[in-house]
């Protein structure tokens, strides 16, 4: 029987084979933090689409308030908590962009020669917010 020689290992080479290299490190956190970028990026695109629906939502409802107004007093509100006090809305909305039920815009009525004696009321209201959508569009447009 011959004796063949086991082969030793060198320290170094030991520990470099069981753990990463700075190389792989570099590596792992370059994507990790490409990762996180792309997922804040479409968490604040998500963030947005969901005030602008929840803008549009508002508007809407309280345009609907405002033409039921019309329909049962023949007459527009004078401003828009009467639509509150009238019992067309609970509440006023909260804007979802500038946090307040107080920045709404209102769109009086035009003057209506056959009754001269009636006064211009809320016709429409829009955001008091800054800024464009994501479509493009302009808040205070909508």
């Given at each position: 029987?011959?004796?063949?020689?086991?082969?030793?290992?060198?320290?170094t080479?030991?520990?470099?084979?069981a753990?990463?290299?700075?190389?792989?490190?570099?590596?792992?956190?370059?994507?990790v933090?490409?990762?996180?970028?792309?997922?804040?990026?479409?968490?604040?695109?998500?963030?947005?689409?969901?005030?602008?629906?929840?803008?549009?939502?508002?508007?809407?409802?309280?345009?609907?308030?405002?033409?039921?107004?019309?329909?049962?007093?023949?007459?527009?509100?004078?401003?828009?908590?009467?639509?509150?006090?009238?019992?067309y809305?609970?509440?006023?909305?909260?804007?979802?962009f500038?946090?307040?039920?107080?920045?709404?815009?209102?769109?009086?009525?035009e003057?209506n020669?056959?009754?001269?004696?009636?006064?211009?009321?809320v016709?429409?209201?829009?955001?008091?917010a800054?800024?464009?959508?994501?479509?493009?569009t302009?808040?205070?447009?909508?």
């Amino acid at each position: 029987m011959s004796h063949i020689p086991r082969q030793r290992r060198s320290p170094t080479r030991a520990v470099s084979a069981a753990g990463w290299t700075l190389v792989e490190m570099l590596v792992v956190i370059s994507l990790v933090v490409i990762m996180a970028a792309i997922a804040m990026a479409s968490y604040g695109t998500g963030v947005t689409r969901s005030k602008e629906a929840v803008l549009k939502e508002d508007l809407f409802r309280m345009r609907d308030a405002i033409d039921q107004f019309y329909a049962d007093r023949g007459e527009y509100p004078a401003e828009l908590q009467d639509l509150v006090g009238g019992g067309y809305l609970r509440s006023l909305p909260e804007d979802p962009f500038t946090r307040s039920d107080a920045t709404w815009q209102t769109v009086s009525s035009e003057f209506n020669p056959t009754d001269p004696t009636a006064l211009p009321g809320v016709f429409d209201v829009r955001s008091g917010a800054l800024g464009q959508a994501i479509d493009g569009t302009v808040y205070a447009e909508w």
